[in-house]
């Protein structure tokens, strides 16, 4: 199915589509468009390179170029001993309050989690303060590396009155899920997401080399009383995750 996706991005190439400028670039730019349109799907397997440049008609150069570059943006992924894959970029509206894991689902990806720690102690001034609970309550922190198509996208930490999950019972992969079973529901969060670079220890977790660029959020979700419910903290891999914001104008 998806040779005639290549065998077609050869064809517009030979018509001398898209654009001017090297012939690496134009095949970057047909890939990207075919990424970006959904006609290759995150997790598909690019041909060998020998396979590709016969596929679009291009030199084997070519073709590694195009994927460096592609590589270098985020949209493509090198596996080692594996192959390259399409990694696209998971784009996350401001505007909607979804769980990773029912997000992830609504895209098509399967998602999952590794722990890191589970675990219920004292609320501390910070969580007490976040979370409007008193010093003597308890709160419930849940660390895990947040994966989609056992990829890592994100580490994150989410901390939550204890009274509101089970701690005796796995909630599985949704947070969210579980709150919801003791009818406090999130309908509302305030987000603030800003730009960073990954330390060693978020390197080595995300996979991503140090340095990397990374988006760093912090969430405080609230119930329908207007009650905070959750305060959380994400690192999302900048290589994978995008932000976007619907603004109107008045």
Same mark, same amino acid.
């Given at each position: 199915?998806?040779?005639?996706?290549?065998?077609?991005?050869?064809?517009?190439? @030979?018509?001398?589509?898209?654009?001017?400028?090297?012939?690496?670039?134009?095949?970057?730019?047909? +890939?990207?468009?075919?990424?970006?349109?959904? !006609?290759?799907?995150?997790?598909?397997?690019?041909?060998?390179?020998?396979?590709? @440049?016969?596929?679009?008609?291009?030199?084997?150069?070519?073709?590694?170029?195009?994927?460096?570059?592609?590589?270098?943006?985020?949209?493509?992924?090198?596996?080692?001993?594996?192959?390259?894959?399409? &990694?696209?970029?998971?784009?996350?509206?401001?505007? %909607? +309050? @979804?769980?990773?894991?029912?997000?992830?689902?609504? !895209?098509?990806?399967?998602?999952?989690?590794?722990?890191?720690? =589970?675990?219920?102690?004292? $609320?501390?001034?910070?969580?007490?303060?976040?979370?409007?609970?008193?010093?003597?309550?308890?709160?419930?922190?849940?660390?895990?590396?947040?994966?989609?198509?056992?990829?890592?996208?994100?580490?994150?930490?989410?901390?939550? @009155? &204890?009274?509101?999950?089970?701690?005796?019972?796995?909630?599985?992969?949704?947070?969210?899920?579980?709150?919801?079973? !003791?009818?406090?529901?999130?309908? =509302? $969060?305030?987000?603030?997401?800003?730009?960073?670079?990954?330390?060693?220890?978020?390197?080595?977790?995300?996979?991503?080399?140090?340095?990397? #660029?990374? +988006? %760093?959020? %912090?969430?405080?979700?609230?119930?329908?009383?207007?009650?905070?419910?959750?305060?959380?903290?994400?690192?999302?891999?900048?290589? *994978?995750?995008?932000?976007?914001?619907? *603004?109107?104008? #008045?």
């Amino acid at each position: 199915m998806f040779s005639a996706v290549f065998a077609s991005l050869g064809q517009e190439l @030979a018509r001398g589509s898209p654009g001017q400028g090297p012939l690496y670039v134009r095949l970057a730019t047909c +890939l990207r468009q075919a990424i970006q349109q959904g !006609r290759l799907s995150v997790g598909v397997p690019l041909p060998p390179e020998r396979d590709l @440049a016969q596929l679009v008609s291009v030199s084997r150069q070519t073709v590694r170029k195009a994927v460096e570059e592609l590589t270098q943006e985020g949209l493509l992924k090198v596996r080692q001993g594996s192959g390259t894959f399409v &990694a696209g970029r998971l784009v996350e509206p401001l505007t %909607e +309050l @979804a769980s990773f894991s029912d997000d992830m689902r609504r !895209r098509g990806l399967t998602p999952s989690s590794i722990w890191l720690k =589970r675990e219920i102690e004292q $609320a501390n001034t910070q969580e007490a303060f976040a979370l409007s609970l008193s010093l003597t309550e308890r709160v419930c922190r849940v660390n895990r590396v947040r994966l989609a198509n056992d990829e890592p996208i994100a580490i994150e930490l989410a901390v939550v @009155a &204890a009274v509101l999950v089970d701690f005796r019972t796995d909630f599985g992969d949704s947070l969210y899920g579980a709150i919801r079973d !003791r009818g406090r529901a999130p309908v =509302r $969060a305030l987000q603030r997401v800003r730009a960073g670079i990954a330390n060693e220890s978020v390197a080595q977790t995300l996979e991503v080399p140090l340095g990397s #660029p990374v +988006l %760093e959020m %912090e969430r405080f979700s609230y119930s329908a009383d207007g009650k905070p419910v959750e305060w959380t903290r994400s690192t999302y891999r900048g290589d *994978m995750y995008d932000y976007v914001v619907e *603004m109107r104008i #008045p």
